[in-house]
T-cell receptor
Framework: KAGVTQTPRYLIKTRGQQVTLSCSPISGHRSVSWYQQTPGQGLQFLFEYFSETQRNKGNFPGRFSGRQFSNSRSEMNVSTLELGDSALYLC?????????????FGQGTRLTVV | SQQGEEDPQALSIQEGENATMNCSYKTSINNLQWYRQNSGRGLVHLILIRSNEREKHSGRLRVTLDTSKKSSSLLITASRAADTASYFCATDARAGGTSYGKLTFGQGTILTVHP
């Protein structure tokens, strides 16, 4: 079956703009988590959605937001972009139930803010 | 902040040799997962080991978990040039809490396998 799909793969935006990234999870998976990866901070958790509800949130400013649709597809939005938002954004898909479920990642969206 | 510390930060070996990477973490966990990442691309899931398991195998991979020491190791046997990548451990610290969907990652080990 198809894996996790993230679009677009690459984005270049200007400071102050906003951006929306998309993630389609594996069929049957209801949990989508988002992560930011930078050389300095590594992989950091942004938030998690399950059945259209945000269940968990990391320590990021309110400029970072997300949502999940009834088909489990998720989007994340970053408003008022800053240079420091340049990163690889990864989403992970899992069943979302139980305590030992594997998380599978997409290829990521490489965001560059200039 | 990162839960895990990975050791070594970088490892360079020849094809056919074994590669061992270590991961330490700080809190109680439900499970620990290992991932591979090639050149800033997505993370590939390698293996999940539950907190009540001590060892797990998958092909050329062997993972151990010592919850008393809060540490795990990943062994890749008979390494190949194609194994060149960054390897990350990630902990699911949901035990007793509500860390839904949150994995906490180590800084990773960069493995280079020379042909």
């Amino acid at each position: 079956k198809a894996g996790v799909t993230q679009t677009p793969r690459y984005l270049i935006k200007t400071r102050g703009q906003q951006v929306t990234l998309s993630c389609s999870p594996i069929s049957g998976h209801r949990s989508v988590s988002w992560y930011q990866q930078t050389p300095g901070q590594g992989l950091q958790f942004l938030f998690e959605y399950f059945s259209e509800t945000q269940r968990n949130k990391g320590n990021f400013p309110g400029r970072f937001s997300g949502r999940q649709f009834s088909n489990s597809r998720s989007e994340m939005n970053v408003s008022t972009l800053e240079l420091g938002d340049s990163a690889l954004y990864l989403c992970a898909s899992s069943l979302g139930r139980g305590t030992n479920t594997e998380a599978f990642f997409g290829q990521g969206t490489r965001l560059t803010v200039v | 902040s990162q839960q895990g510390e990975e050791d070594p930060q970088a490892l360079s070996i020849q094809e056919g040799e074994n590669a061992t990477m270590n991961c330490s973490y700080k809190t109680s966990i439900n499970n620990l997962q290992w991932y591979r990442q090639n050149s800033g691309r997505g993370l590939v899931h390698l293996i999940l080991i539950r907190s009540n398991e001590r060892e797990k195998h998958s092909g050329r991979l062997r993972v151990t978990l010592d919850t008393s020491k809060k540490s795990s190791s990943l062994l890749i046997t008979a390494s190949r040039a194609a194994d060149t990548a960054s390897y990350f451990c990630a902990t699911d610290a949901r035990a007793g809490g509500t860390s839904y969907g949150k994995l906490t990652f180590g800084q990773g080990t960069i493995l280079t396998v020379h042909p």
